[in-house]
């Protein structure tokens, strides 16, 4: 626990390490821990907002292919890969916005379309005008602010998993955010220690355990 709250306070860009099994449960248990008040205050949020969780038009053999296996995929990729500027990084990061802009299309989500496509493109526009190295430092540089920024977003974006006026879910999307703001923290932290393969890991069992206590309540 000390590790990960020193890295939090000051989280650098550092060489990956093997992980130990002791490590993902300690890991486990901190999450579970945080996330008590979190879902508390989430809950209480919805209540008085009058807001609820949107539903998945989707069957449920897809909702849990993509709740346990895609979504852990893509999401640590947007969110975290680039943390680490490297070539394999940024093609993974390339490739995923490409056959996420496919999906919304095909589901016509053209907002959500339009979206990607135009964080694509300023993408490739960064590439194509700098040199990796020159990305790869200055993200070195700041890195501080590059994480923390990974962790509001992510937490933040999560909020408008909620169905509600607009305006209300941006001015408490702190509070219905706030489980994915502890999540993408360690998440953060999995990804700069170990590597982003163990971080989509840690993201599968995370997502896996929250689906079998939905159904196991049902």
Request: proline share 3%.
């Amino acid at each position: 626990m000390n590790d990960l709250i020193v890295y939090l306070k000051r989280p650098v860009a550092c060489e990956n390490k093997q992980p130990q099994l002791g490590d993902f449960v300690i890991l486990l248990a901190i999450y579970t821990i945080a996330l008590i008040p979190c879902v508390v205050i989430a809950v209480i949020t919805c209540k008085v907002l009058n807001v609820r969780h949107e539903e998945i038009s989707l069957t449920p053999w897809m909702k849990l292919f993509v709740g346990i296996i895609l979504a852990p995929v893509y999401e640590e990729i947007i969110f975290r890969s680039l943390l680490k500027f490297k070539k394999i990084n940024v093609s993974l990061f390339s490739v995923t916005l490409l056959l996420l802009i496919g999906y919304y299309i095909i589901r016509s989500r053209t907002e959500a379309a339009l979206f990607f496509s135009i964080l694509l493109l300023g993408f490739f526009s960064l590439v194509i005008f700098f040199k990796r190295t020159q990305i790869e430092a200055f993200i070195s540089s700041k890195f501080k602010y590059f994480f923390y920024a990974t962790i509001l977003i992510f937490g933040l974006l999560h909020a408008f998993n909620f169905t509600g006026d607009t305006y209300t879910l941006l001015a408490f999307s702190f509070l219905l955010g706030s489980p994915q703001l502890v999540l993408g923290s360690i998440l953060g932290y999995i990804r700069m220690t170990y590597g982003l393969v163990y971080s989509i890991l840690f993201h599968m069992i995370i997502n896996l355990s929250i689906i079998l206590s939905v159904l196991g309540s049902l």
